[in-house]
């Protein structure tokens, strides 16, 4: 998988909220040539961060100055050593032993590598009404931009930090992965689709409200179309 010395350094950023009975199905899985494991939590109130120290005790720990899933990940990008990073969820939903894939992508001269659940792969484990929210958002994305993409929402992928840096991200929620993928798109960076699996959180809800979040996610990349 990887090139000649010196090696990248492979950092994974996760955001956490009040995850603590996910994280057991998620840090024992990530691949042990990670360089490096941060956990953003954003004011959990459960042991969030116990539990991810009892079972990652090199896990570094950011405690999340503001709100929002966007703010949680520029947050812990902009104190990522790595030179590819990788960012994954700690609700369980997306699988870290198929890591290996985004950034194999990287190595190979990609700029970015997002993940897809619609190709290669059946999104076993998605709600009817997320899969036709995420077509729509989709299919406005590529219409508005001339992308290609065939997923939006996952929020599994990786990039170079190089990459990252040209990319200025404003918005601090759920839909600043919108804007990353719409601005990656504008700016012709080089992407690479990932098909990766996609499971149903174990415990706790989502964190979003999904009519109410996909308004908000459709309107935003409308805007984004006229800055």
């Known amino acids: ?10 950092s994974v950023v996760i955001c956490a909220l009040n995850e603590e009975k996910n994280l057991p199905h998620v840090l024992p899985k990530i691949p042990n040539w ?8 954003g004011r959990s109130t459960d042991r969030t961060v116990e539990v991810a120290r009892e079972l990652r005790p090199d896990i570094r720990v950011l405690y999340q100055p503001n709100k929002g899933k966007g703010d949680a990940l520029k947050y812990g ?10 960012t994954l969820d700690g609700d ?4 870290p032993e198929e ?22 792969v059946k999104p076993l484990h998605m709600q009817a009404h997320r899969r036709l929210g995420n077509k729509i ?6 219409l508005l931009f001339s992308s290609k ?6 929020g599994y992928y990786s990039f170079s930090r190089k990459a990252f840096q040209k990319v200025r991200l404003v918005s601090d929620g759920f839909e600043m992965e919108q804007e990353l993928f719409v601005k990656i798109a504008k700016l012709k960076l080089k992407v690479a689709e990932v098909p990766h699996t996609y ?5 706790g809800a989502s964190k979003t409200r999904d009519f109410k979040q996909g308004i908000k996610d459709l309107l935003w990349i409308i805007s984004l179309r006229f800055r």
Do not use: Q, W
């Open 1 to 10: 998988m990887y090139p000649k010395p010196p090696y990248p350094k492979v």
């Open 34 to 41: 990670v360089d490096e494991i941060i956990l953003v939590d």
């Open 149 to 154: 993409y065939t997923d939006v929402c996952s």
């Open 77 to 86: 990008v902009k104190h990522a050593k790595g030179d590819i990073i990788v």
């Open 199 to 203: 499971r149903r959180r174990m415990y």
């Open 99 to 120: 890591m290996h894939k985004f950034v194999e992508a990287i190595i190979k001269g990609y700029d970015f590598a997002k993940g897809t659940r619609f190709i290669g």
């Open 137 to 142: 958002l989709t299919l406005v994305t590529n």
């Open 92 to 95: 369980g939903t997306y699988p």
